[in-house]
Nanobody, 117 residues
Framework: QVQLVESGGGLVQPGGSLRLSCAASRSIFGRDVMGWYRQVPGKQRELVAIITGDGFTNYADSVKGRSTISIDNAKNTVTLRMDNLKPEDTAVYYC???????????WGQGTQVTVSS
């Protein structure tokens, strides 16, 4: 089993920036997929951004152009930076990993991000 430890989040003003980090309890392999999803009450969890151990990325249209996801393989850590935050970015953000060798998926506990003045 993989443990995911999230950090970052909190209250941010509209137009501000935030950084979310997620540390995995084991090395990240090339075809593993790590990243972030988010969820608001009453809605399905949705993709924000993901990255493979090899560095390939995918972003939701809603955050494309104002977000950057990166991976530090030495620290088993994925970081998401979001700029120009909007109230609609308010959600609980969950770290995610999909293991390449068995397709198992794990989630972090979630961290609240609130965008409000």
């Amino acid at each position: 089993q993989v443990q995911l430890v999230e950090s970052g989040g909190g209250l941010v003003q509209p137009g501000g920036s935030l950084r979310l980090s997620c540390a995995a309890s084991r090395s990240i392999f090339g075809r593993d997929v790590m990243g972030w999803y988010r969820q608001v009450p009453g809605k399905q969890r949705e993709l924000v951004a993901i990255i493979t151990g090899d560095g390939f990325t995918n972003y939701a249209d809603s955050v494309k152009g104002r977000s950057t996801i990166s991976i530090d393989n030495a620290k088993n850590t994925v970081t998401l930076r979001m700029d120009n935050l909007k109230p609609e970015d308010t959600a609980v953000y969950y770290c995610y990993i999909r293991e390449s060798h068995n397709d198992y998926r794990y989630w972090g506990q979630g961290t609240q991000v609130t965008v409000s003045s």
